[in-house]
C-alpha cells in the first residue's frame, strides 16, 4: 500500500529546507505521497494554534512526519501554551514518540569544522539514543515548598523527581538493541548507577533486556565518564542509550563534535515504527528567506524517515551516499563553507542531491 508522509515544514527556514527534502523524495519515485500542514508559528498565523487539530489529524493517519523547524522571535510574547515551539512538545505526546535518535556523523571534507582534532574525528558515526517521556523532566512529585516554620517569605525549597518505570526502559533499550542490531552490534547504556537508585534500575532492565540480543555486545558507562570519552576518544562508541537528561546533554555535546548545526538530523520514534523526523537545529530567523540556509540535516532526516519508518533502506542508502558525493564534489553551503571555499545556496545544495541521485 501507498504510504504517506505528513510534511510540517514550519517557520523561518523550515519551508526552504522542507522544499529540497522534497525534491529529494520525487526523485526516489517511489510509492509515497505527501501531504503539508501548517506547523509552529505559521498555524498560530492563520487558526489561533501552533498545533491545530487538522495538523495533528493528519500526523495521526501518516505514516512518518517530515518536519521542518518552529519558532521566531516575533511570537515571544504569547502565552507559552501558543508559541510555536509547543507543537513539537505536542507532537511528541500524541504520537506517543519516546525514543530520539540523533546521529553524529563527521564526513571527512567537513573535520575542519569540529571543536576537535581532525584524527579525533575523522570518520566519527556514532547514534545517541535519548529517551523523552520520563525521568526528572516528568517525575511527579515536583514543585516549591515553603519552610514550615514560615521563615522565609517565599518558597524554601524546590524538588524535581527522578523516575523510570520498568516498560518505559525495556521500550527504550529495544530500540537501542535493535539499532546496534542494524549497525555495528555495539551498544553502550549510559547511566548513574553509583550514586541514584532509578539509574541502578535502569542498568538493571537494559541488563535483562541484553538476554534477547545476545548478538549486541553491551557495556555501561557513568554518565560523567560517557562525557570525557565522548571528547577523549569519540570513535570508541557505536551505539549509546541513555535517559532523558543525560541524553539531552550528551547528545548537544555530540553534536559538537561534527562541528556543523546544519548536518544533523533526528528522529523521535513511537513503539510501532512510526515517527517524526526533523533536522536538530531551529528556526534560523537570522537566515531566513535568503536561500543560504544548509538544507542536508533535513535531506538527511527524510533519510531516517524512510530507513526507520517506511521500509525503504535501499532508499535512504541511496540518499545518504548522494549527500557524500556532493560533499566529496565540494558543495558547501555557507555554514560548511571553509576560508576561500564558494558557498552555493540552499536549491543549489539541493540541485547537487538529485542530481547526485540520479547517478546512485
Ligand atoms: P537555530 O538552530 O535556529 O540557529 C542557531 C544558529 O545556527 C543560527 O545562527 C542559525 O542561522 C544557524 N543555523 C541553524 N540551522 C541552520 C542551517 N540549516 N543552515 C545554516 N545555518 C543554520 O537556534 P536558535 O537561533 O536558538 O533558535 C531559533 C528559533 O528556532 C527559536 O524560535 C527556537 O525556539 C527555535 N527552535 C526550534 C527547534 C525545532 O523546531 N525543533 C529546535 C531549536 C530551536
Ligand atoms: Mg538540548
Request: proline share 5%; aromatic share 6%.
Amino acid at each position: 500500500t501507498t504510504k504517506k508522509i505528513a510534511v510540517l515544514a514550519g517557520d523561518g527556514i523550515g519551508p526552504e529546507i522542507v522544499a529540497q527534502a522534497l525534491r529529494v523524495v520525487d526523485a526516489l519515485e517511489l510509492d509515497v505521497t505527501t501531504e503539508e500542514a501548517l506547523v509552529g508559528g505559521a498555524a498560530y498565523d492563520a487558526y489561533g494554534h501552533p498545533l491545530p487539530p487538522e495538523t495533528l489529524a493528519l500526523a495521526k493517519v501518516a505514516d512518518a512526519v517530515l518536519f521542518g523547524a518552529v519558532g521566531d522571535w516575533k511570537y515571544d510574547k504569547l502565552e507559552r501554551r501558543l508559541r510555536p515551539e509547543q507543537a513539537i512538545l505536542g507532537l511528541r505526546k500524541e504520537l506517543g514518540l519516546f525514543a530520539n535518535l540523533r546521529p553524529a556523523i563527521c564526513y571527512p571534507e567537513l573535520t575542519a569544522a569540529s571543536s576537535l582534532k581532525p584524527e579525533l574525528v575523522a570518520g566519527l558515526d556514532i547514534l545517541i539514543i535519548r529517551e523523552l517521556t520520563g525521568d526528572i523532566y516528568f517525575g511527579q512529585p515536583r514543585g516549591r515548598r515553603a519552610a514550615p516554620d514560615g521563615a522565609f517569605a517565599g518558597a524554601d525549597e524546590a524538588f524535581d523527581t527522578m523516575r523510570y518505570t520498568r516498560p518505559e526502559i525495556e521500550r527504550i533499550a529495544h530500540v537501542a538493541f535493535r539499532a546496534a542490531r542494524g549497525r555495528n552490534k555495539r551498544l553502550t547504556s549510559v547511566d548513574k548507577a553509583n550514586v541514584l537508585e532509578t539509574f541502578q534500575f535502569w542498568k538493571d532492565v537494559v541488563t535483562e533486556v541484553h538476554a534477547e540480543y545476545p548478538d549486541v555486545t553491551l557495556d555501561h558507562l557513568y554518565v560523567d565518564n560517557a562525557a570525557m570519552q565522548l571528547v577523549r576518544a569519540p570513535k570508541s562508541f557505536d551505539v549509546i542509550v541513555t535517559g532523558n537528561m543525560f541524553g539531552d546533554i550528551l547528545s548537544d555535546e555530540a553534536a559538537m563534535l561534527t562541528g556543523s548545526i546544519g548536518m544533523l538530523p533526528s528522529a523521535s520514534l513511537d513503539s510501532s515504527g512510526k515517527g517524526l523526523y526533523e533536522p536538530s537545529h531551529g528556526s534560523a530567523p537570522d537566515i531566513a528567506g535568503r536561500d543560504v540556509a544548509n538544507p542536508l540535516a533535513t535531506i538527511l532526516s527524510l533519510a531516517m524517515l524512510l530507513r526507520y519508518s517506511l521500509d525503504h533502506a535501499d532508499a535512504a542508502n541511496r540518499v545518504e551516499a548522494a549527500v557524500r558525493e556532493v560533499l566529496a564534489s565540494g558543495h558547501r553551503t555557507a555554514d560548511i563553507a571553509g576560508s576561500g571555499e564558494r558557498a552555493i545556496g540552499t536549491r543549489t545544495m539541493g540541485d547537487a542531491v538529485v542530481a547526485a541521485l540520479g547517478r546512485t
